[in-house]
């Protein structure tokens, strides 16, 4: 009788823990990515209002609002449309403020901004402006207008 060669019991392991792996690794994936990313088109409107428009397709969320009406826009060349995808260390610029918050693990995630003085958050169950939720309403318009500054620097809505 034979004895048993061990480089073959550890390079039979080694195979079925890899195609285990390769397996597993391509649903996680899939799963972590099937819905897609927040689409934001940051533009202005006929007159010039700054203005997000936030598509999220999977969620049924299309076309949804965010306008500043007396904030000045940005230059036309800044503004456009952003797909998050991949995280980016934070806080990095956007056209309109900056993103704070970012965790695109699994899509679309969880993205904050700082925008013209107020708190955009959008979640896949609701979106919160300035900590208040507000349901996902498609073809809906928001209105934020600047924040009253109260004397010692904090701010009222």
Not at 37 to 64: M, Y
Not at 77 to 99: E, H, I, S, W
Not at 102 to 130: A, K, N
Request: charged share 15%.
């Amino acid at each position: 009788m034979k004895p048993d060669n061990p480089i073959k019991h550890f390079v039979l392991a080694f195979l079925l823990a890899l195609g285990f792996y390769a397996l597993f690794y391509k649903a996680i994936e899939h799963r972590r990515t099937r819905k897609g990313p927040w689409e934001i088109t940051f533009t202005t409107t006929g007159t010039n209002v700054p203005t997000l428009i936030i598509n999220q397709h999977k969620l049924a969320i299309t076309n949804v609002e965010i306008a500043f009406p007396e904030q000045l826009a940005p230059s036309t060349n800044a503004l456009g449309d952003m797909k998050f995808t991949v995280p980016q260390p934070v806080p990095f610029p956007v056209p309109f403020g900056r993103c704070v918050f970012m965790d695109t693990t699994f899509l679309p995630g969880s993205i904050t901004f700082q925008l013209y003085g107020h708190t955009v958050e959008l979640l896949p169950r609701v979106m919160v402006i300035d900590h208040q939720e507000r349901p996902w309403l498609s073809e809906s318009v928001n209105t934020l207008h600047p924040l009253e500054t109260r004397p010692g620097g904090s701010a009222r809505q």
